[in-house]
């Protein structure tokens, strides 16, 4: 009989002045689950390990953090190394598959070790936690019945300008909400761009810290953003984790 796959969310972030940083965050049954796991697939094992370090304060784990076995997925694992992440689950073991942040398999590498498992008739289970892009969706006012993910724009001035615009016009065909990340410490350079490539009344969202005490969202039109970015009035969000949204 083969394991069981958790998807375990993990925090977006902890505020160091909460006295459990998991407890508004993560469901007291999800901590419970997790602890009693002993295989997990995680981006950054060290990382992990601090969660779970963290999690073992409110809920003993199973095994020592030493004996824990953590295996890595990231961008940089080959396709062929898949099938031996998932050997303790074809061998009957449940495995925890663990995010740097959010939930698993969103905007996430660990897809592939996801699709994997279905491919061997392997049972998944994706366990209650927090979204980003969802928080911010949730939070923007923007249409919540039809939108996209498209993960990162590029980087390249002219590339990323015919992006936005490729983008804007899908949202104006279909009134679908557009979201996508940056990298923390390109987000201003992220809101210029929308601020001079979006039609004037394009209305933007800016959703920073979530789930955190120093979240802010804030939505205004893109001549707006241009106005405050004049005003150097732009959101306190440099390197600072951001969820960029916006609805022609």
Excluded at 5 to 14: A, K
Excluded at 24 to 36: G, R
Excluded at 105 to 126: E, F, S, T, W
Aim: charged share 20%; hydrophobic share 40%; with cysteine.
């Amino acid at each position: 009989m083969t394991g069981t796959l958790y998807l375990i969310p993990n925090t977006l972030g902890q505020d160091p002045e909460s006295s459990n940083p998991l407890a508004h965050i993560i469901p007291e049954t999800v901590q419970k689950m997790t602890a009693q796991l002993e295989h997990f697939v995680a981006e950054n094992a060290k990382t992990t390990r601090a969660f779970l370090k963290l999690l073992n304060q409110y809920h003993p784990l199973s095994k020592t953090l030493q004996e824990l076995k953590i295996a890595e997925l990231n961008i940089n694992t080959p396709a062929e190394a898949l099938q031996s992440l998932i050997e303790p689950l074809l061998a009957g073991y449940d495995v925890g598959l663990i995010s740097e942040a959010g939930v698993p398999a969103v905007a996430d590498p660990g897809a592939n070790l996801v699709r994997l498992a279905h491919q061997k008739n392997i049972k998944v289970r994706p366990l209650v936690g927090p979204s980003s892009l969802l928080l911010g969706l949730m939070a923007s006012g923007l249409n919540g019945q039809s939108f996209a993910f498209n993960g990162y724009l590029p980087t390249d001035v002219a590339a990323r300008a015919k992006r936005i615009r490729e983008l804007e016009e899908r949202s104006r065909k279909d009134k679908q909400t557009q979201i996508f990340i940056e990298t923390p410490y390109r987000n201003i350079g992220m809101l210029e761009a929308l601020a001079n490539f979006c039609h004037a009344q394009t209305s933007i969202c800016i959703a920073t810290d979530l789930s955190l005490e120093t979240e802010t969202v804030s939505t205004a039109s893109a001549a707006d953003w241009k106005k405050r970015l004049l005003q150097n009035k732009a959101p306190d969000f440099h390197k600072k984790p951001t969820v960029f949204l916006f609805l022609a």
